[in-house]
């Protein structure tokens, strides 16, 4: 089982840059794939960066390539997301998940059984 704590989100203007971070406690943090969901008000959570457990496969939402990167440190147990160039459209609540069971619906909620609380990203015009 692992633990996921968010934090880095704040309030930033558009063009602006905030870089998310998830810690992760558990003894086999390295064997997860990571991923950022979000979650706007009335909105549905949707998928927003995934990293598979070594980091070599990435995979991003189309209005976020480009401007996100997500990375891990396995040794650190953390994981990371780097936004650039924000936009209003990317206000939300970003989440952090986990999944060890390789599935391959790395963009649907359901493939992760592991979620943080969440962390506020707001953007202004």
């Known amino acids: 089982q692992v633990q996921l704590v968010e934090s880095g989100g704040g309030l930033v203007q558009a063009g602006g840059s905030l870089r998310l971070s998830c810690a992760a406690s558990?003894?086999?943090?390295?064997?997860?794939?990571m991923a950022w969901f979000r979650q706007a008000p009335g909105k549905e959570r949707e998928f927003v960066a995934f990293?598979?457990?070594?980091?070599?496969?990435?995979y991003y939402q189309d209005s976020v390539k480009g401007r996100f990167t997500i990375s891990r440190d396995n040794a650190k147990e953390m994981v990371y997301l780097q936004m650039n160039s924000l936009k209003p459209e990317d206000t939300a609540v970003y989440y952090c998940a986990a999944d060890r069971s390789r599935g391959t619906r790395y963009d649907s909620t359901s493939n992760y059984p592991y979620w943080g609380q969440g962390t506020q990203v707001t953007v202004s015009s």
């Open positions: 990293i598979n457990w070594s980091g070599g496969s990435t």
């Open positions: 558990g003894r086999t943090f390295s064997r997860y794939d």
